[in-house]
């Protein structure tokens, strides 16, 4: 069974960098078809796609959060990683770690086949 895990401060002050992990087990993400995504929901919003990053190592952005993203994996660890700098009280949200088959740029539930539970990040002082 495919298994996804956040990890991760669940505070941040403004300004700072968000850095967040997401621990594997089931699956590797070196294999398949596979991509692995961050989402994210904010208070009272929708489900957000941040990123993605394949099997391959290729790395996609929201373009809105592009030059504020940053998606690494370790391949040892079966693990992926988002970085969001620059973070403000608009980045509180619910943070997810997702699998898709494909490609995936939406917030629809039913395009990811395992989810993390979500980790809640809140950016205050």
């Known amino acids: 069974q495919v298994q996804l895990q956040e990890s991760g401060p669940g505070l941040v002050k403004p300004s700072q960098t968000l850095s967040l992990t997401c621990t594997v087990s089931g699956d590797s993400i070196t294999s398949g078809y596979a991509h692995w995504n961050w989402i994210r929901q904010p208070p009272g919003k929708g489900l957000e796609w941040m990123g993605a990053?394949?099997?391959?190592?290729?790395?996609y952005y929201r373009p809105s959060l592009k030059s504020r993203t940053s998606i690494s994996r370790d391949t040892s660890k079966n693990q992926f990683t988002l970085q969001l700098s620059s973070v403000t009280p608009e980045d509180t949200a619910i943070y997810y770690c997702a699998r898709s088959s494909q490609l995936k740029t939406t917030g629809w539930i039913r395009e990811y086949d395992y989810w993390g539970q979500g980790t809640q990040v809140t950016v205050s002082s």
């Open positions: 990053i394949d099997n391959s190592g290729s790395i």
